[in-house]
Each structure stands twice: as C-alpha cells, then as structure tokens.
C-alpha cells in the first residue's frame, strides 16, 4: 500500500466516503517520501502526524473495515520525544556527542531524538546530525530583540521557543547540545506538568533553560512571540526571556521544579572547586551543562567534567565508524 494511496485514503474518508483497505503499511514519522534526507519543516511533519494518528486511532481502524489478518497493532504510545538545537555549525559536534551520550546512559526508550536547525545552518552540518541518528526539524530563526555580547547568538538567541511549536508530541525533554548525559533522564516524562525546569546557579530562584520539560502548544508559542519586545531578559537571551513568561515557576508545584542534577551546570563545579563537598552532595548527576565558555570540544584545559565530555566523544567516534557511518566534521579541539 503505498504512501499515496494512503494520502487519497485519508483524504477520501475524512470527505465522507466509504473505503475499503486490503493492506496497511504505518508510515514511520519523520520519514516523509517526498522531502530528502528525512528532513521536515514543522508544517510538514504537522500534516504526517495528523495522518498518522488517524490510522492509529483503533475506532478509525474498525470503522474503516481493516482485515483480521496478521496481529493487530498495539495500543499507540504517548508521543515523547528528546529534543536538541543547533543554530551555528560550532555547536554540530555538541548536539552528536549529546545524542550519543543520552544513548548510551540508556534514555532512548524508543523515543524519537529531535533536532532543531534553522535554514540558517548548512546544509552540510544538518547532514552531519541526520547521519548521527537525530530526526532533523527545520525552523525560521527567531532573534532576540537585543544583542546579548554574543554576536552569533543575536540572529537566533529565541530560536528555543520554537520547542513549544512541536505539537507532533504530547511531550518533549529539551535539552541543549552542550551537555553531557550522565544518567537517566527518562523519568522526567512521567511529571505531569506542562512545564519544568531546573534552578539556575544564580539567581537559584530563576530557571535554567538548557533542560527543559515541555508539552508543546502552538497557543503557547503564539503568547511568547507576542510577548518578545514587551518582556525584558535579565540575561539578553532565552532564558530571561522565559523566566519573564514563566514567572511564577519557583511558587508552583514540586513536579515543575526539576532538582538541579538533571542540569548541573558547570558554573557550579568551577566556582566551589575548592570545595568539592558542593558537587558531590548533588549525588548521581544525570546530566552535566557546559553553559559557560569555551566549550569542552574547543581548545582548551581539560579540567575533569571536560574529561568526561572527551571519554563520550571518543566512544561516540568509535559507535559510529562500527555502524559504517563516517562523520567528517567530528574532530579533537
């Protein structure tokens, strides 16, 4: 049964008409027949996902006279989904080794592990990330309305607000491709929230974005962007940005407060070194955030979270070649 037919199916039955199918084959999404690479704007996967949870939906499935042949399809799963961004290719080989890591503390679930690219980005990085494993989004950039004293940064520093704009998902787990994945994440999908986040190393009454729980809403997203010149960004950039929106996250329910483990920035290491009882209390760090610079893949001392950051890169180098998938643009710093 091919994709067009199921596209004239959709769209005759929705019209009223009665079908009859002999075959069905679930189209994966993400890979949409018609755009190379596997690589989808929102609308587009939009329209795959509409598709797709019509043929799911088991009501459908009777009312639409599928056979008894072969075995039924299981219940669908809560569409999850991890997400990272890129927006400038000095952050590809972050997003790779991020991916990689998430992989291999086992957090992959069978959920889908989303990038979001600009049209911005070459088309060569993009390629490096789909190579990688990683389900490519295509988004127009959203700049800050300030320069924030990082020049690369003021053409797309809001571009993360596009995360709440991936209603293809019920829930998404965000995270930014300069971390580390040292352990489970996983469980945050089961907080029954719209939106979590975990404090900032200052003020620790603030939000961090770099990890963020979010159950995507266009709505949502609409009231941001409405709201980019009117709300001011203590720090110039996303973050600010959505404690300003967000503002009474530190008051609200415990389920929206992630503990500081699942974003244990490195701010945090490098300002109590001297006292190392500070990041040893923090127990088991399921994730580690490299939001200061340089980033551990530049040149740079190696202290020892950077050392961590270059094992997952080597490990990473080695899966990929043992897959047959050669990664150019991944390089020592």
Same mark, same amino acid.
């Given at each position: 049964?091919?994709?067009?037919?199921?596209?004239?199916?959709?769209?005759?039955?929705?019209?009223?008409?009665? =079908?009859?199918?002999?075959?069905? +084959?679930?189209?994966?999404?993400?890979?949409?027949?018609?755009?190379?690479?596997?690589?989808?704007?929102?609308?587009?996967?939009?329209?795959?996902?509409?598709?797709?949870?019509?043929?799911?939906?088991?009501? #459908?499935?009777?009312?639409?006279?599928?056979?008894?042949?072969?075995?039924?399809?299981?219940?669908?799963?809560?569409?999850?989904?991890?997400?990272?961004?890129?927006? +400038?290719?000095?952050?590809?080989?972050?997003?790779?080794?991020?991916?990689?890591?998430?992989?291999?503390?086992?957090?992959?679930? !069978?959920?889908?592990?989303?990038?979001?690219?600009?049209? +911005?980005?070459?088309?060569?990085?993009?390629?490096?990330?789909?190579?990688?494993?990683?389900?490519?989004?295509?988004?127009?950039?959203?700049?800050?309305?300030?320069?924030?004293?990082?020049?690369?940064?003021?053409?797309?520093?809001?571009?993360?607000?596009?995360?709440? !704009?991936?209603? #293809?998902?019920?829930?998404?787990?965000?995270?930014?491709?300069?971390?580390?994945?040292?352990?489970?994440?996983?469980?945050?999908?089961?907080?029954?929230?719209?939106?979590?986040?975990?404090?900032?190393?200052?003020?620790?009454?603030?939000?961090?974005?770099?990890?963020?729980?979010?159950?995507?809403?266009?709505?949502? =997203?609409?009231?941001?962007?409405?709201?980019?010149?009117?709300?001011?960004?203590?720090?110039?950039?996303? +973050?600010?940005?959505?404690?300003?929106?967000?503002?009474?996250?530190?008051?609200?329910?415990?389920?929206?407060?992630?503990?500081?483990?699942?974003?244990?920035?490195?701010?945090?290491?490098?300002?109590?070194?001297?006292?190392?009882?500070?990041?040893?209390?923090?127990?088991?760090?399921?994730?580690?955030?490299?939001?200061?610079?340089?980033?551990?893949?530049?040149?740079?001392?190696?202290?020892? =979270?950077?050392?961590?950051?270059?094992?997952?890169?080597?490990?990473?180098?080695?899966?990929?070649? =043992?897959?047959?998938?050669?990664?150019?643009?991944?390089?020592?710093?």
């Amino acid at each position: 049964f091919c994709v067009c037919c199921a596209i004239a199916a959709f769209e005759g039955f929705v019209g009223g008409s009665a =079908l009859f199918l002999t075959t069905f +084959t679930q189209i994966p999404i993400g890979h949409h027949p018609f755009v190379a690479g596997n690589v989808v704007s929102l609308e587009e996967w939009g329209v795959l996902g509409t598709m797709a949870s019509f043929f799911a939906d088991p009501a #459908m499935s009777r009312r639409m006279s599928l056979p008894p042949r072969g075995e039924r399809c299981a219940a669908r799963p809560a569409r999850e989904a991890y997400v990272t961004m890129v927006t +400038t290719e000095g952050y590809v080989q972050g997003a790779i080794v991020m991916n990689h890591s998430l992989q291999q503390s086992g957090n992959s679930g !069978g959920r889908d592990v989303v990038c979001i690219v600009t049209r +911005t980005l070459p088309v060569s990085s993009t390629d490096l990330l789909r190579k990688a494993g990683m389900k490519i989004v295509v988004v127009e950039p959203i700049g800050a309305p300030k320069p924030s004293g990082v020049s690369e940064w003021d053409s797309v520093g809001y571009t993360k607000l596009n995360v709440w !704009g991936l209603d #293809m998902y019920d829930k998404v787990l965000y995270i930014d491709a300069d971390c580390l994945i040292t352990g489970t994440v996983e469980e945050l999908f089961e907080r029954n929230v719209t939106f979590a986040a975990a404090p900032d190393v200052f003020p620790p009454d603030r939000f961090n974005a770099g990890v963020m729980l979010v159950k995507p809403d266009k709505k949502v =997203l609409g009231e941001m962007l409405s709201k980019v010149e009117e709300l001011k960004s203590y720090d110039d950039g996303d +973050t600010g940005f959505l404690n300003a929106f967000f503002p009474t996250w530190y008051q609200s329910d415990a389920q929206a407060r992630l503990p500081f483990k699942y974003n244990a920035l490195r701010t945090m290491h490098h300002m109590t070194r001297s006292k190392p009882g500070y990041w040893e209390a923090l127990g088991k760090v399921s994730c580690i955030h490299f939001c200061s610079f340089p980033k551990p893949w530049e040149s740079a001392p190696k202290g020892p =979270l950077e050392q961590q950051w270059w094992v997952s890169f080597a490990t990473c180098q080695l899966s990929l070649r =043992l897959q047959g998938v050669e990664i150019q643009g991944m390089r020592e710093g």
